[in-house]
């Protein structure tokens, strides 16, 4: 691997995202560059498709947390709800660098990938990862020496974590949300509804 231009690694631009109690963790690779943002948080640029699948998914509505006339999101109503369902939002991507200047994950190098371990140690209650596309799946399936999922589906993963805790969780693997990956937001909904209606079914038990 060639060595990289310490002007050219990226360091992840955003806090982790995670409430008290979270179950779940969604990581994707890597956000966009800056320009393309609509608002400062996971899956930021407004041609993403996540929060209209957590839309669809949870409220048959894919315009729910989309704030159309700003061209963004509704970013508080947004948190709050990941809160409510125990959802948390790291990226696999601590420093990256992007070998064509764009965003694609073809194009995405990982210098330095998610610290699972220590991340974990923060979410004591977490039994599920999702993954967002190939390159995420393929980092976290690496850290966990683990088969990577197909698409939709999950592979069971144990990692010890930063406390030398024993953990176990199931990895989902799901299509990329971004606009450029060839599948309609319908479909894309349905692969995540799998694994995020189980969460709130879990969520409502509770």
Not at 25 to 47: D, I
Not at 92 to 116: C, M, Y
Not at 173 to 197: E, F, G, N, V
Request: aromatic fraction near 10%.
């Amino acid at each position: 691997m060639p060595q990289a231009n310490s002007a050219d690694i990226e360091k992840h631009p955003f806090a982790p995202f995670f409430p008290e109690g979270a179950r779940l963790l969604m990581c994707g690779t890597f956000p966009a560059q800056p320009s393309r943002w609509s608002m400062k948080f996971y899956y930021p640029n407004f041609s993403n498709d996540m929060w209209r699948v957590f839309g669809l998914v949870f409220f048959n509505d894919a315009e729910k947390f989309v704030d159309r006339e700003h061209k963004t999101y509704r970013l508080a109503e947004l948190q709050a709800f990941l809160a409510s369902k125990g959802v948390a939002l790291s990226d696999t991507g601590s420093e990256i660098v992007r070998t064509k200047g764009n965003a694609s994950d073809k194009d995405l190098r990982i210098e330095r990938p998610i610290d699972l371990a220590g991340v974990l140690a923060q979410l004591p209650d977490v039994t599920a990862l999702i993954t967002t596309g190939m390159l995420a799946a393929q980092t976290i399936a690496g850290i966990c020496d683990a088969p990577v999922p197909a698409m939709g589906e999950y592979v069971d993963c144990r990692i010890v974590d930063a406390d030398g805790r024993d953990r176990s969780f199931r990895h989902w693997r799901m299509p990329s949300s971004s606009r450029a990956y060839p599948m309609k937001l319908q479909l894309k909904a349905q692969y995540y509804a799998r694994a995020l209606t189980l969460l709130n079914t879990e969520n409502n038990d509770s």
